[in-house]
């Protein structure tokens, strides 16, 4: 069986790969930016290009990873290409999406929350959402959070630099989310891509906690001083989701891979020297 990852060159995407390929999968790849071993260039903005690959490459299955922060083209359209691609060849579809497509003005979101997004990104994911299920209503589409893992989550790399005085800004104390590890992330994609599953599933960690919380389990498995990380509550005017949790119950049932906290696996987690 043959497994397409879009956006490899990424933490998600390559943790994908390398854990699909250890489970037996023929994985091929795509990246953009950043150039990724045994991986092919895709503008996954060019529907021509996508088509003509997929065609090609005749995959069993795409897990779409890839993504960008404020560009609504890649986001959106090029989601929607992936999709139409995948289901002119036949191919299954896992789409990767996030909490940002909420507002957290109700706080708790299950599998039938619909999108109310609050900045640009969100609004982009949430289109992106609305394309793929139009397009491929057996598709997976997987909401997740913040990603962690190995020292190489945004949010990992965002506390050593702040600690460090490397980058401005700071930790928000009321900013909620559930944070996951990237290989239970990956492991629940994989399996998806076999089980048939249609429709929104939400995929994060066990526990809520805020995000300074968060920098502060990472400080101290990283031998930080805590006390060196800037925080404080979410500015006037910064427009974000404050406390902001998606329910797992569903993924809990359905899947084999168990969902951890990032209490729990934050401290035990490995740090590649290089992430440091």
């Known amino acids: 069986m043959r497994m397409l990852i879009t956006g490899v060159s990424g933490h998600l995407g390559g943790t994908t790969a390398a854990r699909a390929a250890a489970a037996g999968w023929d994985v091929a790849g795509t990246y953009f930016s950043n150039p990724a071993e045994g991986a092919e260039w895709l503008d996954v903005r060019d529907r021509a290009a996508v088509g003509e690959f997929v065609m090609r490459v005749r995959p069993d299955v795409i897990v779409h990873t890839a993504a960008g922060r404020?560009?609504?083209?890649?986001?959106?359209?090029?989601?929607?290409?992936?999709?139409?691609?995948a289901a002119r060849a036949g191919a299954r579809l896992v789409h990767v999406s996030t909490e940002a497509v909420f507002s957290g003005r109700d706080v708790h979101y299950d599998e039938s929350a619909q999108p109310d997004p609050v900045y640009p990104y969100g609004a982009a994911k949430a289109a992106a959402e609305t394309a793929v299920r139009a397009i491929d209503p057996a598709a997976a589409v997987v909401r997740t959070s913040?990603?962690?893992g190995y020292g190489r989550g945004v949010h990992e790399k965002l506390t050593r630099d702040l600690a460090a005085g490397r980058a401005p800004g700071m930790l928000?104390?009321?900013q909620?989310?559930?944070?996951?590890?990237v290989d239970d992330l990956a492991d629940a994609l994989i399996e998806l891509a076999s089980n048939g599953y249609?429709?929104?599933?939400?995929?994060?960690?066990?526990?809520?906690?805020?995000?300074?919380?968060l920098g502060v389990l990472v400080a101290e498995r990283d031998g930080i001083d805590p006390a060196s990380i800037p925080h404080g509550p979410t500015p006037a005017g910064v427009t974000a989701p404050a406390d902001l949790r998606l329910?797992?119950?569903?993924?809990?049932?359905?899947?084999k891979t168990r969902l951890r906290g990032c209490r729990e696996f934050v401290p035990q987690d490995t740090v590649d020297p290089v992430a440091r």
């Open 176 to 181: 909620i989310r559930k944070p996951i590890h």
């Open 70 to 85: 404020d560009d609504w083209p890649l986001i959106a359209d090029g989601s929607a290409y992936v999709a139409l691609a």
């Open 172 to 174: 928000f104390t009321d």
């Open 146 to 148: 913040l990603i962690l």
């Open 247 to 255: 329910a797992i119950g569903r993924a809990a049932e359905l899947l």
């Open 198 to 213: 249609a429709g929104v599933l939400n995929v994060a960690g066990a526990d809520a906690i805020s995000r300074y919380e």
